[in-house]
């Protein structure tokens, strides 16, 4: 079965700290996709990244970091000198490949909610 | 290039009510999926439509929800005889034909928070 943790329900950061959340995932299959959303205050979903199961290259956005781990089943994201605008909650999800059905179905964590404090 | 429009953006409704939802996808995309978020949780899949077919409704409650697609016109998510339980953001998600996650994911609309009182 499908499955994403997000163990991490809130952390609070001072601005300009690193801050990492982590994502564990569960799946037998052998070729899914990650990702992570941004959810803001204002409630909306913010796509960030999309990783495929192929590719464990880690990757790098301006201060957004992510560390895919295949052998530790975890897609960790990594903000670098957080600011207050970085306040959100944080989902990671997972998909596997299209199903008997064609259904692209995401499974997301519970989400993080991130405070950074000025 | 509009992207994915829900609408309305908030909604109340008395217990017992009806509640319609609407989803209109992106410009060329026939393939439309609605999650429901519930206060403190994450997404969860509810069902994924293409254009006059339910593909999979496998999240969806047994009873009292349904979901269309009609050829024209956006997608409805339906809520009869609402209940406080349903109270939650519902968020509407459109993928071109046979594309999927070939692209960045799906691309999901602003959601619409359903209150019931």
């Known amino acids: 079965a499908q499955k994403v943790t997000q163990a991490q329900t809130e952390i609070s950061v001072v601005e300009k700290e690193d801050v990492t959340l982590d994502c564990v995932y569960e799946t037998r299959d052998t070729t899914y996709y990650l990702f992570w959303y941004k959810q803001p205050p204002s409630g909306e979903l913010v796509f960030l990244i999309r990783?495929?199961?192929?590719?464990?290259q880690n990757e790098i956005s301006g201060r957004y970091s992510w560390n895919f781990q295949k052998s530790t089943s975890s897609f960790n994201f990594t903000i670098t000198a957080s600011q207050v605008v970085d306040s959100a909650v944080y989902f990671c999800a997972l998909s596997e490949a299209e199903d008997d059905s064609g259904t692209y179905k995401y499974i997301f964590g519970t989400g993080t909610r991130l405070k950074v404090l000025a | 290039n509009a992207g994915v429009m829900q609408n309305p953006r908030h909604l109340v409704r008395r217990r017992g009510q009806e509640a319609r939802l609407r989803c209109s996808p992106m410009k060329g995309h026939s393939h439309v999926y609605w999650y429901r978020q519930l206060p403190e949780e994450g997404l969860k899949f509810m069902v994924y439509l293409q254009k006059e077919n339910i593909i999979d409704e496998s999240g969806m409650p047994k009873e009292r929800f349904s979901a269309e697609f009609p050829k024209e016109g956006p997608s409805i998510l339906r809520i009869q005889q609402v209940v406080r339980g349903d109270s939650a953001a519902y968020f509407c998600?459109?993928?071109?034909?046979?594309?999927?996650?070939?692209?960045?994911?799906?691309?999901f609309g602003s959601g619409t928070r359903l209150t019931v009182v």
């Open positions: 990783r495929n199961s192929f590719d464990e």
């Open positions: 998600a459109s993928s071109p034909p046979g594309q999927g996650l070939r692209v960045d994911g799906y691309t």
